[in-house]
């Protein structure tokens, strides 16, 4: 939305000094989020197809820049809600799910299956609470959802008949990048033997042979802790859950099981 906006609207005098602006703001942009991947990702396939461009015309430039962006907005929601289709194809009716944080293509596998008897079992995800508007929405939907802290976790998931989670990035080996706690509740749901399924688009695979992403780490005074000397307040966003916690990757081609991987 960002490169759309600036194509549109980046002050230049040439179609050279605006298309190194261009590439100068998407650099920056991959930059910003290191552990999310599909940022990276999506702004690769238009740079891209930004470097065989030949315009010669600013405004035609402008205009076909902005749309490639919007095109990729378009494939990136459509492959989140065609993921969430075969999720809730998989999971089936009648089933309780537990989930951690709050990630799009979940939210739709709980919108598709809101009518089927679904249950769910969600935590409040710390810092931020993200499972508090999850737990608004599903309120709204009428789901019977247990809310926990997430301290709670191994207490809960055998009560569960699956865990769904997103991914900020899934490596190449099929590790998953998420809200940090994923990782404990996957060896959570491994001691249980409760399936640990992963959701999410293709556009969030890194590449074999792409450094690990940095683990972002947000400020200390989101968790709200009194400048106490001597005390050393971290607040890292991301873990790594290891491909082998993982039953099967869910993304818009279908399921994919440990032994067919990218």
Same mark, same amino acid.
């Given at each position: 939305?960002?490169?759309?906006?600036?194509?549109?609207?980046?002050?230049?005098?040439?179609?050279? +000094?605006?298309?190194?602006?261009?590439?100068?703001?998407?650099?920056?942009?991959?930059?910003?989020?290191?552990?999310?991947?599909?940022?990276?990702?999506?702004?690769?396939? $238009?740079?891209?197809?930004?470097? #065989? !461009?030949?315009?010669?015309?600013?405004?035609?430039? *402008?205009?076909?820049?902005? !749309? *490639?962006?919007?095109?990729?907005?378009?494939?990136?929601?459509?492959?989140?809600?065609?993921?969430?289709?075969?999720?809730?194809?998989?999971?089936?009716? #009648?089933?309780?799910?537990?989930?951690?944080?709050?990630?799009?293509?979940?939210? /739709?596998?709980?919108?598709?299956?809101?009518?089927?008897?679904?249950?769910?079992?969600?935590? !409040?995800?710390?810092?931020? /609470?993200? #499972?508090?508007?999850?737990?608004?929405?599903?309120?709204?939907?009428?789901?019977?959802?247990?809310?926990?802290?997430?301290?709670?976790?191994?207490?809960?998931?055998?009560?569960?008949?699956?865990?769904?989670?997103?991914?900020?990035?899934?490596?190449?080996?099929?590790?998953?990048?998420?809200?940090?706690?994923?990782?404990?509740?996957?060896?959570?749901? *491994? /001691?249980?033997?409760?399936?640990?399924?992963?959701?999410?688009?293709?556009?969030?695979?890194?590449?074999? #042979?792409?450094?690990?992403? +940095?683990? !972002?780490?947000?400020?200390?005074?989101?968790?709200?802790?009194?400048?106490?000397?001597?005390?050393?307040?971290?607040?890292?966003?991301?873990?790594?859950?290891?491909?082998?916690?993982?039953?099967?990757?869910?993304? /818009?081609?279908?399921?994919? $099981?440990?032994?067919?991987?990218?």
């Amino acid at each position: 939305m960002v490169l759309a906006q600036a194509a549109r609207e980046l002050p230049a005098d040439s179609v050279t +000094e605006w298309r190194r602006g261009l590439l100068r703001l998407s650099a920056e942009l991959a930059d910003s989020r290191p552990s999310m991947t599909p940022v990276r990702n999506l702004l690769g396939c $238009w740079q891209a197809e930004m470097s #065989g !461009e030949t315009v010669l015309d600013l405004a035609a430039a *402008r205009q076909a820049a902005a !749309e *490639r962006a919007e095109e990729l907005i378009a494939r990136s929601q459509q492959a989140a809600r065609t993921s969430a289709v075969h999720a809730a194809q998989l999971l089936g009716a #009648g089933r309780t799910l537990m989930t951690h944080s709050l990630s799009s293509t979940v939210l /739709e596998t709980c919108r598709l299956l809101k009518d089927r008897g679904l249950r769910m079992i969600i935590t !409040e995800s710390r810092p931020l /609470e993200e #499972g508090r508007r999850l737990a608004r929405q599903l309120s709204a939907w009428k789901v019977a959802t247990t809310y926990i802290t997430e301290a709670q976790m191994a207490l809960f998931v055998a009560r569960a008949d699956a865990v769904l989670v997103g991914a900020d990035s899934v490596l190449a080996d099929g590790s998953v990048v998420n809200k940090a706690g994923t990782y404990l509740l996957g060896l959570a749901a *491994r /001691e249980q033997r409760v399936p640990f399924y992963v959701c999410c688009e293709s556009f969030k695979w890194r590449k074999l #042979g792409e450094a690990l992403p +940095e683990l !972002e780490e947000m400020a200390p005074s989101e968790l709200k802790l009194p400048d106490w000397p001597a005390v050393t307040v971290r607040n890292v966003y991301f873990d790594i859950t290891p491909a082998r916690l993982v039953s099967a990757w869910i993304d /818009e081609t279908g399921a994919r $099981w440990p032994n067919v991987r990218p």
